[in-house]
T-cell receptor
Framework: DSGVTQTPKHLITATGQRVTLRCSPR?????VYWYQQSLDQGLQFLIQ???????AKGNILERFSAQQFPDLHSELNLSSLELGDSALYFC??????????FGPGTRLTVL | GDSVTQMEGPVTLSEEAFLTINCTYT??????LFWYVQYPGEGLQLLLK?????DKGSNKGFEATYRKETTSFHLEKGSVQVSDSAVYFC????????????FGKGTHLIIQP
């Protein structure tokens, strides 16, 4: 158990809809990262937050957004969903050492 | 931009065989290098890491050496077990692990008894 929790575990929705994925980092970790894992693109970094502020952006679509709240949990919002957004979404957190600990992921299926 | 290339597999070996999974990278600076492992239905776990040239990372019998001259970080294990069956990802970070990781496509390893 990495100490990073993600909810929900599975999510099934339709094209055009909007969903929110939630992540709670390990106790004391200030950084949260979001990754997307799909069969065709592999594992891709989406975005990083540090203590409530956006720190770095990767290959995140404009339809996607994230935020980190004062209690350090983070949410990834995916809107106008397309079939191609079906993937596993992982959250990771890190402290001062920089080692990233990954959550179990949320499997999103867009029908 | 940064990139990581690794053999995708599947790689099928018999128990107690020697394992090598190749990984090469392209980076603009001097990255830190990582191997992560993903067991079925689980998230990624850090297996080992190296932060500078000639460093050797090791854990659970696995080893990898940071080779700057060949831009490589090959994963090795002398004697694999059935329990090592998983997907292995090579990754790099320009920020010592405190930034977004760049991953290879992953290598699916299957160990047969």
């Amino acid at each position: 158990d990495s100490g990073v929790t993600q909810t929900p575990k599975h999510l099934i929705t339709a094209t055009g809809q909007r969903v929110t994925l939630r992540c709670s980092p390990r106790s004391g970790d200030l950084s949260v990262y979001w990754y997307q894992q799909s069969l065709d693109q592999g594992l891709q970094f989406l975005i990083q937050y540090y203590n409530g502020e956006e720190r770095a952006k990767g290959n995140i679509l404009e339809r996607f957004s994230a935020q980190q709240f004062p209690d350090l949990h983070s949410e990834l919002n995916l809107s106008s969903l397309e079939l191609g957004d079906s993937a596993l979404y992982f959250c990771a957190s890190s402290g001062s050492v920089g080692e990233q600990f990954f959550g179990p992921g949320t499997r999103l299926t867009v029908l | 931009g940064d990139s990581v290339t690794q053999m995708e597999g599947p790689v099928t070996l018999s128990e107690e065989a020697f394992l090598t999974i190749n990984c090469t990278y392209t980076a603009t600076g001097y990255p830190s290098l990582f191997w992560y492992v993903q067991y079925p239905g689980e998230g990624l776990q850090l297996l080992l890491k190296a932060t500078k040239a000639d460093d050797k990372g090791s854990n659970k019998g696995f080893e990898a050496t940071y080779r700057k001259e060949t831009t490589s970080f090959h994963l090795e294990k002398g004697s694999v077990q059935v329990s090592d069956s998983a997907v292995y990802f090579c990754a790099l970070s320009e920020g010592g692990g405190a930034d977004g990781l760049t991953f290879g496509k992953g290598t699916h390893l299957i160990i047969q008894p």
